[in-house]
């Protein structure tokens, strides 16, 4: 198997929270890139949700842009990097609800 490398910013966490990207709506203007190899050769996928973006495997890189004012910043992470990042998120915020539920 072909190494796939990409070159993109690591620093996810604020990329992942105040991006918008992630925020459930069509990405028009900076959708995800995802990059498969099939058969040989690498197939780049162009995807403009989350939902869609997480029907992939959690190996397979993928390449966000983070649009700015003056210039866009790019990202470089895989789809399991968000999945545990929304999976980490999912537990806070359940964690935050139960003494509410208690009472």
């Not at 995800?32 to 995807?47: D, K």
Request: one cysteine or more.
């Amino acid at each position: 198997m072909t190494k796939i490398i990409t070159a993109g910013h690591t620093d996810l966490n604020d990329f992942f929270e105040k991006s918008g990207n992630f925020s459930g709506v069509k990405l028009t203007h900076t959708p995800f890139l995802v990059f498969l190899e099939e058969e040989g050769a690498f197939r780049v996928h162009i995807v403009d949700s989350v939902d869609q973006l997480l029907s992939f495997p959690n190996e397979t890189p993928v390449m966000g842009q983070w649009q700015g004012n003056y210039c866009s910043d790019f990202f470089q992470f895989t789809v399991g990097d968000y999945r545990s990042y929304t999976d980490e998120k999912k537990k806070q915020w359940e964690k935050s609800l139960l003494p509410a539920l208690m009472s």
